[in-house]
Nanobody, 125 residues
Framework: VQLQASGGGLVQAGGSLRLSCAAS????????AGWFRQAPGKEREFVAA????????YYDDSVKGRFTISRDNAKNTVYLQMNSLKPEDTAVYYC???????????????????WGKGTQVTVSS
């Protein structure tokens, strides 16, 4: 599976962005999906995950209540709606997919089946 993330950019604090991650395969509905981010000098960290059907979602505490993950399996796409953005949200955002994991076990980035190329999100104060 090839994953293509898009939608990043520069936004002021308090603003919103919507990231998209398009998958190359129609079987994307059989993959659990998630978003991670990596700031300069820091390790890649979990942001959010969504189950194959979209019925279950999980968030890191740092984004809970501000970010929403969703998916449209008919379009083979996962989204990350980011509201009330803060400067500390600045990072390169990556989408990921894994056929073996559940949404609850997507937090660990090591061993992920597939990664997309990142998209830069910069939040100015």
């Amino acid at each position: 599976v090839q994953l293509q993330a898009s939608g990043g950019g520069l936004v002021q604090a308090g603003g919103s962005l919507r990231l998209s991650c398009a998958a190359s395969e129609r079987t994307f509905s059989t993959y659990t999906a998630g978003w991670f981010r990596q700031a300069p000098g820091k390790e890649r960290e979990f942001v959010a995950a969504i189950s194959m059907t979209g019925a279950r979602t999980y968030y890191d505490d740092s984004v809970k209540g501000r970010f929403t993950i969703s998916r449209d399996n008919a379009k083979n796409t996962v989204y990350l709606q980011m509201n009330s953005l803060k400067p500390e949200d600045t990072a390169v955002y990556y989408c990921a997919a894994d056929r073996r994991r559940t949404a609850a076990t997507m937090r660990e980035p090591n061993g992920m089946d597939y990664w997309g190329k990142g998209t830069q999100v910069t939040v100015s104060s």
